[in-house]
């Protein structure tokens, strides 16, 4: 048993040389000085053979605690990833780096996945991507007792746990890695978890006497803000017009035809944007997904299924359109914004009509009285983040079970609403309700409320003959949206229900005391414009070339270029090949040989092999970029050195370059196959009706 108390007694020399080999392979493969955070511990733990649990942010930095033990151990690593459509990119980004990788899934041809496990058994791999499935299969566990297992990985470790957003049932068979494979070091990683989930992925994977290590879990780079829905997709047009122009971004919505309707919408408007969703068929999935890791500033439109694993670093802006179900699932999906650690959006708008959506989705929902509690508790925490009048940061650290303090930087730090006191407000809407139910044995939706209390004599109250009742009118101190606002806090504040088909609104039992016993209730009065967010946080987004001299931008955008043309050349992503950071460093030092240009941070051997001298030409090349001068020479040829050198440097040390066919660039994949696609949920696909329906 790796016990934790038998490894801190491992022998102290062995844990030095471990600490030196794992410290080498940082800089060399992956060419960074030093470890962040937890890192060396986890490293340690995992290297020295022990298992670990490590619950760590979106870009927090899980994937190295995991391949370096796998370079370091003899023998290969075993990755167990969900994300069967990403492994060609994982694989890609490791092999950039000089790193041998390759993986075993349904979308290889027959004797490609011979050629993967014979590279496997000969120990000719560093590391191994499985799917949870495949790894269940008889014939897998035979080919791994045929080779060496260095530490097993268990990435997204999350999806074991039943009761989360993203459950995935093969991740419980994970279990008999241990029973198996008894000698061999795991690693499970995720970046969601509360208490309750960590000691679930514990008990399911087996991994009560791992060490566990929690990282915070701030991000403080994004900023968090919910904002009133109106015209939604009006409102998305006009945040990513001025906050976000031309930069890539992740929009989320709840129901496969709202992305389609809103992507299009975008397009209209001149906004680079591709749905994603489970119902389009693969290969417009992966030609989609695959345009958003590799186009600079495109948008993707998606239902959840989209993003598990995604890591461009470089997602400015996360939009919510509809509220999602838990703070698990909104802190995962927001996540994925600012990567690179540059300043980031999380932005969602949310109305009455969302929590009457989800009411109704919860009580039509499958599964017993439990599950569905459980989706009723998930949603109150998700509903009391969107109406607190507190820091949104600090709530949702909370959540998670950390503490942090006010943060500056979300919506409610900037631009504090308003609390008042709307007892009076909440009487009078449960007051209706509970009159028409008395007087007239009816139940009503909140838009027929909300006209009653404005006194609005249309037909339909007309032929309810609804302007008789005693509350006809009584509203007339407050405007439409601010009642609305009142019947969703009402809602989220379980003093009001919400039922069957049509959302029809009734009271429950706390009604009662707001109606007769006069409880106050404490209501937030949305600020009448959201202001944006102060200039600089906003523009700071494009901070990758605005804070740099004019010069400087200018030799950064020729880096770029050359970049694209190595990038598009070899199928991957701009960012397998350096990452804006990298770049900028390049900048700033401009190198002017190899030796100091392997001294960047991200430039590890063989990035310097493959890239180093198309990198020196274009700096080289560069005129006056050297300089630090202000130069303002707004003329300069657009194609100087760069996409010559660059380009044909690059080719010479494209050894392990794809042939064409195989490009996902081009999605010219066999048609997938089972599990050929990323973790996929069933979704019911209802259109919401539009905000103002009740
Ligand atoms: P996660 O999987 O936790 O979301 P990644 O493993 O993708 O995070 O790492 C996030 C980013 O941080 C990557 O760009 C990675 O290269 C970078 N990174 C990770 N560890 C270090 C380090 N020790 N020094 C510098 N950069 C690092
Ligand atoms: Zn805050």
Not at 248 to 262: D, F, K, Q
Not at 304 to 309: L, S
Not at 656 to 673: D, G, L, Q
């Amino acid at each position: 048993m790796n016990s934790p108390e038998t490894l801190e007694t491992a022998d102290a020399s062995s844990r030095t040389v471990e600490t030196d080999a794992a410290q080498q392979v940082l800089q060399r493969v992956f060419g960074y000085d030093s470890f962040r955070g937890l890192q060396r511990e986890i490293v340690e733990q995992v290297v020295s053979g022990g298992d670990a649990l490590v619950l760590m942010p979106t870009g927090g930095g899980k994937s190295l605690c995991y391949q370096i033990p796998a370079l370091v151990r003899p023998g290969v690593g075993v990755v167990i990833s969900p994300l069967i459509a990403l492994m060609q990119d994982q694989v890609d980004a490791l092999t950039a780096l000089g790193v041998r990788a390759g993986f075993l899934n349904s979308t290889q041809y027959p004797d490609e996945r011979r050629t993967v496990e014979a590279q496997f058994v000969a120990g000719e791999l560093d590391l191994l991507y499985l799917a949870p499935e495949r790894l269940k299969l008889e014939s897998t566990a035979d080919l791994l007792d045929r080779g060496k297992v260095s530490v097993f990985a268990i990435d997204e470790a999350h999806c074991v746990s039943q009761w989360g957003h993203d459950f995935r049932p093969d991740y419980l068979a994970l279990s008999v890695l241990h029973e198996r494979w008894p000698d061999v070091p795991r690693i499970a990683l995720t970046a969601t978890a509360t208490e309750a989930t960590r000691r679930e992925i514990a008990e399911r994977l087996d991994l009560t006497g791992a060490k566990h290590f929690v990282a915070g879990f701030d991000r403080p780079n994004i900023q968090y803000r919910i904002e009133p829905k109106n015209r939604a997709d009006q409102q998305l047009l006009s945040f990513i017009r001025t906050e976000h122009p031309g930069e890539a971004g992740i929009v989320y919505c709840l129901s496969r035809n709202s992305v389609e309707r809103t992507a299009e919408f975008l397009c209209r408007n001149g906004i680079d944007a591709v749905p994603y969703h489970a119902g389009l068929d693969a290969r417009t999935r992966a030609t989609n997904q695959s345009r958003f890791l590799r186009e600079d500033g495109l948008i993707v439109v998606a239902t959840i299924a989209f993003g598990m694993g995604i890591d461009k670093p470089d997602v400015r802006f996360v939009a919510h359109l509809d509220l999602p179900k838990s703070v698990e699932g909104y802190y995962q999906e927001t996540g994925r914004a600012g990567r690179d650690g540059l300043p980031s959006t999380a932005w969602m708008v949310y109305g009455l009509n969302d929590v009457v959506q989800q009411r109704k989705m919860i009580d039509s929902s499958e599964g017993d009285a439990a599950h569905r509690r459980q989706l009723q508790l998930h949603l109150d925490a998700m509903l009391a983040l969107c109406e607190t009048v507190q820091c949104r940061r600090t709530q949702l650290l909370n959540y998670f079970g950390q503490s942090g303090d006010t943060c500056g930087n979300c919506d409610t730090c900037l631009n504090p609403p308003e609390s008042w006191d709307g007892t009076v407000a909440a009487q009078k809407v449960l007051s209706t309700v509970l009159r028409l139910k008395r007087e007239r044995g009816q139940s009503f939706g909140a838009g027929h409320i909300v006209d009653i209390l404005l006194g609005k004599s249309n037909p339909k109250v007309l032929q309810h003959k609804h302007n008789e009742l005693k509350v006809f009118g009584v509203g007339a101190d407050l405007r439409d949206t601010e009642w609305r606002g009142v019947i969703r806090q009402l809602l989220a504040q379980g003093l009001l229900a919400v039922h069957g088909e049509y959302g029809v609104l009734t009271l429950t039992e706390a009604s009662d005391e707001v109606l007769f016993k006069k409880r106050t209730v404490h209501m937030r009065r949305e600020p009448e414009r959201v202001k944006p967010p102060r200039a600089a946080k906003a523009k700071a987004s494009r901070l990758a070339a605005a804070e740099l001299a004019p010069a400087a931008a200018g030799l950064f955008e020729q880096l770029r270029t050359w970049r694209a043309s190595v990038a598009k050349e070899q199928g991957v992503p701009a960012y397998v090949v350096f990452h804006d950071a990298t770049l900028r460093d390049i900048v700033g030092r401009a190198p002017a040989n190899l030796a100091e240009l392997g001294g960047i941070s991200g430039i590890g051997e063989n990035k310097l092999a493959k890239y180093g001298e198309g990198v020196l030409e274009v700096v080289a090349g560069f005129d006056g970029g050297s300089s630090s001068e202000p130069t303002s020479r707004p003329s300069r040829p657009e194609r100087p050195a760069a996409p010559r050198g660059g380009t044909s440097s690059a080719r010479s040390h494209t050894e392990r370059a794809r042939p064409a066919t195989r490009s996902r660039f081009e999605a010219a994949e066999p048609a997938p196959p089972s599990d050929s696609m990323n973790w996929d949920v069933p979704e019911a696909d209802f259109e919401p009706p539009p905000d103002d329906f009740y």
